[in-house]
């Protein structure tokens, strides 16, 4: 999806059912700032909100994804594509977690064998500081670079509202977590609850 265009399509829509901003955002029950946001190309709504905010600007969620009015001939054709779409869009997020899993395994590896053999082997102290220090070095680099995959790789579904959204880096790394969902604070309702993992956004 190209923000900027869906985001005209959002607008010009609007301005056809003669509903303003605010009116629009009170029928969705979100704030008329983040239809601003959607129309200025700087956000897409979420999948949640699609289907009714289609049903509302007398759209299709077909066009809404491809950003423009479809007829019958170019329906078919903008339908795979977006489909497509989605789907690579889920397989970079699985090869980003994929990436990030088999990243973090193998530097840990290498890293604790450093720490290994510089604990075990005879050499000059110097040395053995240094081979403790990369090593140190190298787990933390690979934890937070983990961290940044996993991060960008889809998005956390808001238990409350369902909005989905990428959490700042401070809030994902410091949030309490289990294997597929983490606390955090939604962007858009302002509750903190376990939000969950989702590869599409």
Avoid at 83 to 106: P, W
Avoid at 149 to 160: I, K, W
């Amino acid at each position: 999806m190209n923000q900027a265009i869906t985001g005209k399509l959002i607008q010009e829509s609007r301005k056809e059912q003669n509903l303003t901003q605010r009116e629009l955002a009170e029928q969705l029950g979100i704030s008329d700032k983040t239809v601003s946001k959607w129309e200025t190309g700087n956000g897409l709504p979420e999948v949640g909100l699609m289907l009714p905010l289609c049903e509302i600007l007398k759209i299709s969620v077909n066009e809404l994804l491809s950003g423009e009015r479809l007829d019958e001939k170019n329906y078919k054709i903008k339908a795979e594509e977006n489909i497509m779409d989605l789907m690579n869009e889920r397989k970079e997020a699985k090869f980003k977690l994929t990436v990030a899993a088999i990243t973090c395994v193998t530097t840990l590896i290498c890293s604790l064998t450093l720490m290994f053999l510089a604990k075990y082997l005879e050499m000059e102290t110097w040395l053995r500081v240094v081979l403790i220090v990369v090593g140190a070095i190298s787990i933390i680099s690979v934890l937070l670079t983990s961290c940044e995959l996993d991060r960008t790789a889809g998005a956390f579904e808001c238990q409350h509202c369902k909005n989905r959204f990428v959490p700042k880096f401070g809030a994902y790394l410091f949030g309490m977590h289990t294997l597929t969902t983490r606390r955090l604070r939604c962007p858009k309702c302002g509750h903190v609850t376990w939000c969950k993992k989702r590869l599409n956004k």
